[in-house]
T-cell receptor, first 115, second 111 residues
């Protein structure tokens, strides 16, 4: 069974440029998460989807960050415009159903560098 | 969710058991203890979780004290590939939702 797929793995952009990250969760997983991990820190949740619905986006900086999960499968996280402080690893995770043990499976992440 | 405390780093000799402690003195009765690990340049990986009883799977064993205020993750025969940051997380499982990661313990397995 394929795991969580993310692309690109690495992205280098200049500040004020837009950037997008893509995530394909494990087949059949209804819940999808985006986390951000700063250097030397643990991951922090940005947004959680239950199918197509964003049910927890309280930590998403909505002035520059946006996310979508069309058809309840793939998801895209966008930053526009990027700032120097956005340099981090962006992790996508999925779980089968929040009503079960809710083990989250993580992708490899996208390492973003903003110059 | 309850807060956890872990040592920042530990060393272990290859082939020996690695015992990683975690304190969670404010854990509530309906909160589970989860362990994840993160190998360098990879996403976090689920290891094991438990509520009250000790648990064992193909990766590790989880020992939870009777008062549930602390737990220990045991890797019975550590290998070099077990070198990673190990995160202990407590949360209410059935509600789903986010994992709150602390600083974790950086385990170095040495030959």
């Amino acid at each position: 069974e394929a795991g969580v797929v993310q692309s690109p793995r690495y992205k280098i952009i200049e500040k004020k440029q837009p950037v997008a990250f893509w995530c394909n969760p494990i087949s059949g997983h209804n819940t999808l998460y985006w986390y951000r991990q700063n250097l030397g820190q643990g991951p922090e949740l940005l947004i959680r989807y239950e199918n197509e619905e964003a049910v927890d986006d309280s930590q998403l900086p909505k002035d520059r960050f946006s996310a979508e999960r069309l058809k309840g499968v793939d998801s895209t996280l966008k930053i526009q415009p990027a700032e120097l402080g956005d340099s981090a690893v962006y992790l996508c995770a999925s779980s089968l159903d929040r009503r079960t043990a809710d083990t989250q499976y993580f992708g490899p992440g996208t390492r973003l560098t903003v110059l | 969710d309850a807060k956890t405390t872990q040592p920042p780093s530990m060393d272990c000799a290859e082939g020996r058991a690695a015992n990683l402690p975690c304190n969670h003195s404010t854990i509530s009765g309906n909160e589970y203890v989860y362990w994840y690990r993160q190998i360098h340049s990879q996403g976090p990986q689920y290891i094991i979780h438990g509520l009250k009883n000790n648990e064992t799977n193909e990766m590790a064993s989880l020992i939870i004290t009777e008062d549930r205020k602390s737990s220990t993750l045991i890797l019975p025969h550590a290998t070099l590939r077990d070198t990673a940051v190990y995160y202990c997380i407590v949360r209410v499982s059935v509600q789903g939702g986010k994992l709150i990661f602390g600083q974790g313990t950086e385990l170095s397995v040495k030959p």
